[in-house]
Nanobody
Framework: QVQLEESGGGVGQPGGSLRLSCAASGSLLSLNAMGWYRQAPGKQRELVAVITTGGTTNISDSVKGRFTISSDNAKNTVYLEMNNLKPADTAVYYC?????????????????WGQGTQVTVSS
């Protein structure tokens, strides 16, 4: 199995900053990509930012210019630096990983999710 351990989050002020981290561990051959999704109350889960091991990023327009995604491939860890926070950023943030694993003697690409971490932006 693969585990995703999230850290960071909490309460931030409008205009302030927070940082999220997520480390992948377990029986994986390699990572294809890692990133973050978020889900606000009453809304669907949405992409925030994803980064491939090659460094290609996909960032939501709603956070572009404010949030930065980066990764440390040697540590199987992804970071999300959130700046200029807005109340609309309040949500549960979920770590996401697209990994390569061997299951039943076959190499497969599988997706995993963290348990979620709450980010609240409020004065």
């Amino acid at each position: 199995q693969v585990q995703l351990e999230e850290s960071g989050g909490g309460v931030g002020q409008p205009g302030g900053s927070l940082r999220l981290s997520c480390a992948a561990s377990g029986s994986l051959l390699s990572l294809n990509a890692m990133g973050w999704y978020r889900q606000a109350p009453g809304k669907q889960r949405e992409l925030v930012a994803v980064i491939t091991t090659g460094g290609t990023t996909n960032i939501s327009d709603s956070v572009k210019g404010r949030f930065t995604i980066s990764s440390d491939n040697a540590k199987n860890t992804v970071y999300l630096e959130m700046n200029n926070l807005k109340p609309a950023d309040t949500a549960v943030y979920y770590c996401y990983a697209d990994v390569k694993r061997i299951t039943a003697a076959v190499i497969r690409n599988l997706e995993y999710w963290g348990q979620g971490t709450q980010v609240t932006v409020s004065s």
